[in-house]
Nanobody
Framework: QVQLVESGGGLVQAGGSLRLSCAAS????????MGWYRQAPGKQRELVAV???????NYAGSVKGRFTISRDNAKNTVYLQMNSLKPEDTAVYYC????????????WGQGTQVTVSS
């Protein structure tokens, strides 16, 4: 089992910045990749950014160049630095961890609200 706890959401004006944190605990050595998803009202949940155990990263086209995902292995924490925020970035952001195996397991955090005002 893996537990994920997010923090760092809030209200910010367009053009501002926020940093989200996701602290992982439990059987973290089984995790192959962690990432951030978001879900806006009335929309499907979408991938924002992902970082693998080997530190490879991938971003949604809409956030590339503005968001940066990183990890601190000593703290078992993944971060999402969000710069130049836009109103369309408003959503609930979820931390995600992927555990590969005979049956893949996906873990989710409780979500943190990010609201960008125009």
């Amino acid at each position: 089992q893996v537990q994920l706890v997010e923090s760092g959401g809030g209200l910010v004006q367009a053009g501002g910045s926020l940093r989200l944190s996701c602290a992982a605990s439990g059987n973290i050595f089984s995790i192959a990749a962690m990432g951030w998803y978001r879900q806006a009202p009335g929309k499907q949940r979408e991938l924002v950014a992902v970082i693998t155990r080997g530190d490879s990263t991938n971003y949604a086209g809409s956030v590339k160049g503005r968001f940066t995902i990183s990890r601190d292995n000593a703290k078992n924490t993944v971060y999402l630095q969000m710069n130049s925020l836009k109103p369309e970035d408003t959503a609930v952001y979820y931390c995600h961890a992927h555990q590969p195996g005979g049956v893949d397991i996906n873990y989710w955090g409780q979500g943190t609200q990010v609201t960008v005002s125009s």
